[in-house]
């Protein structure tokens, strides 16, 4: 309704009308082109290209269609796959947000990264 999010649904029209997972940008600012990226994938897709696929396609609409100038991720700080991801498309490690996210009673560290337009990367 607010604009400030989009989000895909992703499948695999072999596997049938399962979801393996989603992805999409959330806290769209028009005013400043900015928006956050997330993304996440059941365990039984992981390690396959998946989330890469999709995560180029979002940048692609993000920097292209709606004239994003950063886009930003959030990760935690244990999950080493997606930061690899995220570092191999570009993105950088711009710090670590400490205590930041409540997860099962826990608080949790995530690492924030981000990737602007105007970098010099191959991002498709």
């Known amino acids: ?20 997972g989603a992805c999409g940008l959330n806290d769209i600012v028009v ?3 900015r928006a ?13 290209g998946v989330a890469r696929e999709c995560v180029r396609a979002i940048l692609s609409y993000a920097f292209g269609t709606l004239g994003i100038h950063r886009v930003g991720a959030d990760v935690d700080i244990e ?4 930061s690899i991801l995220l570092e191999s498309l570009g993105f950088q490690l711009e710090g670590i947000r400490r ?6 009673g826990a608080f949790l560290d995530l690492k924030q990264y981000s990737l602007l337009s105007s970098d010099s990367v191959p991002r498709i």
């Open 1 to 20: 309704k607010e604009r400030t999010g989009i989000w895909w649904g992703i499948s695999d029209p072999a596997m049938g009308d399962g979801l393996l």
């Open 31 to 33: 005013e400043h082109k």
């Open 36 to 48: 956050e990226l997330g993304y996440w994938l059941l365990p039984e897709h992981w390690g396959k």
């Open 79 to 82: 999950n080493s796959k997606s």
């Open 99 to 104: 205590g930041c996210e409540l997860k099962n």
